[in-house]
């Protein structure tokens, strides 16, 4: 079965996830962390994609992003991983693949998921009983939205910055988002629109990104199609 096309329109916002193969680690020190988000800031800059939040687990990663251009994406991971992989297997001495297959990428409705994906993001370390609080974990985005600590990797979504006329208005509000728990439908709902690669929001917006990206956003009809005789035959 043939893959279908990136999702890729001006202005488009994608969640993308990619695990290491067999879901083995991916990061065994911070040294590992720190190369890869070095390599990102410089591939993110080479190839024009504005990187919105991250986090890196023990073995997969996160990264909500704007790409400038169809191409800007896919050539972003491609410079990350070629680069950061070189040098995991050398220090590791091992050989071949380190991530399993291409990469999970859903395009996000801004005005319903925005903040839902970011949030779903940093909090995952939380999910994961890594730490207690978001802010708690070094390896993510959350102290430079919610707290305003430099990194040189993010670039806040327009939306992020109209959420307060400052800087401290916008972190408080982004802040205050946190007091409150991820419903079990949205985590399940970014869940299954990142794995089956389907576009995440409702009916209306999944029919504007089928006409603007040229492909099927969301999961087939189940069953097999209706024939014409079979469909004369409901008359």
Known sequence: MPRQPRFYYSGAVLHVVQRGNNRAPVFTCAADHRFYLDCLR???RTHKVSIHAYVLMTNHVHILASPAHERALPRMMQSVGRRYVG????????TGTLWEGRYKATLVDTEAYLFSCLRYIELNPVRAHMVAAPGDYRWSSHRANAFGNDDSVITPHPSFLASGSTNEERRDTYRRMFAEPLHAETIQAIRDATQFE????????RAVVETRAGRRADRLP?????????AKSRL
């Open 198 to 205: 389907w576009a995440l929001g409702d009916a209306a917006f």
């Open 42 to 44: 410089d591939a993110s």
């Open 87 to 94: 040098r995991f297997n050398f220090v590791q001495r091992r």
């Open 222 to 230: 189940k069953g097999r199609p209706v024939t014409r005789d079979k």
